[in-house]
């Protein structure tokens, strides 16, 4: 059973080719695939037409937004997702833009780099700012990365919400985290973090609607995909009524209203009056040398698992 790997995969596939030897198919031979690992070219019946043989795509990553389920299920083509290599990574990454909003570190830098005064003894700090310890963090989607979000954040927090239509079972320790439902946690939470699936039912999930019911000024992080936000001029008005007082994100850009919209120019202009205010990161979260190595280890096994028919449940999607 042959093995390729899609035409944009960022790297050489030195390490697959050390783990597949030649079942592994160069690009000139990819259409002879009967096991694809898939990085993130769309992969519909455009893409597909071409694969006579395949039976088998593995996505690197834990989403497949990406992939035409309808014509897999219609093609019989099996589908597997990697979940499991970097969602500490992500976590961490969710963690790192809340505590910079919180303890407002980007934008003291750039106070210090603008003043000419001996700032550090003539200013106290911003009237707004709060203590995280006070705060309440909402978590939208309770998965492995907002579960491990939870976990990672419990301590500093006063009291973590969380959405999900499954009940999670934390640690006893974890004392301060409650199943909320949704409208309860977008009035109740200071900090709000997204860790959605992207699907029929989650695009679009923050949408005018929700960002009215928020109360007070609030910190949102997308750390998942653009098209759980619905409109990305909403979210900048949303901004300059200080609804939404930070917003962090680290998504990849597919579409041109995003990349047109009004949040999107304020981050890159030099009006520091709300380009402090946004963060955004090119859809990286998931990556550190050991997670990379990790994924990449992880997909080129779960292909000789299909081989040898060992385990072939495990993270099957279709």
């Given at each position: 059973?042959?093995?390729?790997?899609?035409?944009?995969y960022?790297v050489?596939?030195?390490?697959?080719?050390?783990l597949?030897?030649?079942?592994?198919?160069d690009?000139?031979?990819?259409?002879?695939s009967?096991?694809l690992?898939a990085?993130?070219v769309?992969?519909?019946?455009?893409?597909?037409?071409?694969?006579?043989?395949?039976r088998?795509i593995?996505?690197?990553?834990s989403?497949?937004?990406?992939?035409?389920?309808?014509?897999?299920?219609?093609n019989?083509?099996?589908?597997?997702?990697?979940?499991?290599?970097?969602?500490r990574?992500?976590a961490?990454?969710?963690?790192?833009?809340?505590f910079?909003?919180v303890r407002?570190?980007s934008?003291?830098?750039?106070l210090?780099?603008?003043?000419?005064r001996?700032?550090?003894?003539?200013?106290?700090?911003?009237?707004?700012?709060?203590?995280?310890?006070?705060?309440?963090?909402?978590?939208?989607?309770?998965g492995?990365?907002?579960?491990?979000?939870?976990?990672k954040?419990?301590p500093?927090?006063?009291?973590i919400?969380?959405f999900d239509?499954?009940?999670?079972?934390f640690?006893?320790k974890?004392?301060?985290?409650?199943?909320k439902?949704?409208?309860f946690l977008?009035?109740n939470?200071?900090?709000?973090?997204?860790?959605?699936?992207?699907?029929?039912k989650?695009?679009?999930?923050?949408?005018?609607?929700?960002?009215?019911?928020?109360?007070?000024?609030?910190?949102?992080?997308?750390?998942?995909?653009?098209?759980l936000i619905?409109n990305?001029?909403?979210?900048?008005?949303?901004?300059?009524k200080n609804?939404?007082?930070?917003v962090g994100?680290?998504?990849?850009?597919n579409?041109s209203?995003?990349?047109?919209?009004?949040?999107?120019k304020?981050?890159k202009?030099?009006?520091?009056?709300?380009?402090?205010k946004i963060?955004?990161?090119?859809?990286?979260?998931f990556y550190s040398?050991?997670?990379?190595y990790?994924?990449r280890?992880?997909?080129?096994n779960?292909?000789?698992?299909?081989i040898?028919n060992n385990n072939?449940?495990?993270?099957?999607i279709?």
């Amino acid at each position: 059973m042959k093995i390729g790997i899609t035409e944009d995969y960022p790297v050489k596939p030195l390490l697959e080719k050390k783990l597949l030897k030649n079942l592994l198919l160069d690009n000139k031979n990819l259409h002879k695939s009967e096991i694809l690992l898939a990085w993130r070219v769309k992969i519909d019946e455009a893409y597909l037409s071409k694969f006579k043989n395949l039976r088998f795509i593995i996505r690197y990553g834990s989403g497949y937004d990406n992939i035409d389920i309808d014509y897999l299920k219609k093609n019989r083509i099996h589908l597997f997702n990697n979940p499991d290599y970097a969602y500490r990574d992500v976590a961490e990454t969710t963690l790192a833009l809340i505590f910079n909003f919180v303890r407002r570190i980007s934008e003291y830098n750039q106070l210090a780099i603008d003043t000419s005064r001996n700032f550090d003894k003539s200013f106290l700090g911003f009237d707004n700012q709060d203590s995280l310890q006070h705060m309440n963090i909402g978590i939208i989607g309770c998965g492995k990365i907002g579960s491990e979000v939870c976990r990672k954040i419990s301590p500093f927090v006063s009291k973590i919400f969380y959405f999900d239509k499954r009940i999670v079972n934390f640690n006893k320790k974890f004392t301060n985290i409650y199943k909320k439902n949704l409208n309860f946690l977008i009035k109740n939470s200071d900090i709000i973090s997204l860790h959605l699936d992207l699907n029929t039912k989650t695009k679009g999930f923050i949408n005018e609607n929700n960002l009215n019911l928020i109360k007070k000024p609030t910190i949102l992080i997308n750390a998942s995909r653009e098209e759980l936000i619905d409109n990305y001029d909403y979210l900048f008005n949303a901004i300059k009524k200080n609804i939404i007082s930070h917003v962090g994100l680290d998504i990849s850009f597919n579409h041109s209203t995003t990349t047109n919209s009004k949040l999107i120019k304020a981050w890159k202009s030099k009006n520091q009056k709300y380009s402090n205010k946004i963060i955004i990161n090119p859809h990286v979260a998931f990556y550190s040398k050991q997670s990379f190595y990790k994924m990449r280890i992880e997909a080129a096994n779960m292909a000789l698992k299909i081989i040898k028919n060992n385990n072939t449940t495990i993270n099957k999607i279709l």
